[in-house]
């Protein structure tokens, strides 16, 4: 068992951004700002990703995926909202 902590980066606007870590060999930490439905996913990799317009409903799917967090993420995020690179 891993013990994982929460960590915050900024948001758009520059709101805090808290970022839960998940269970996954490729997606580290995922973060969601409800008031720009903004997502930010952190990868292992080092690479972080902001997906714009995400509903509340979309991020709570990817936190609680059943079989695998980086499944989930490659079905029903990327490519389906659009994102920018943050890092």
Do not use: C, W
């Not at 915050?8 to 805090?16: E, I, N, Q, S, W």
């Not at 870590?21 to 997606?27: A, G, K, L």
């Not at 990703?49 to 695998?68: C, E, F, G, K, M």
Request: glycine share 6%.
């Amino acid at each position: 068992f891993h013990s994982h902590r929460q960590s915050d980066t900024r948001a758009a606007k520059g709101r805090l951004m808290q970022m839960m870590p998940v269970v996954s060999t490729n997606i580290k930490a995922v973060g969601y700002d409800p008031e720009s439905q903004t997502m930010r996913v952190e990868f292992h990799s080092g690479g972080v990703y902001d997906h714009l317009n995400v509903p509340a409903a979309d991020h709570q799917a990817l936190i609680s995926a059943r079989d695998s967090h980086g499944k989930h993420y490659n079905r029903h995020i990327r490519g389906v909202h659009a994102s920018n690179k943050v890092k």
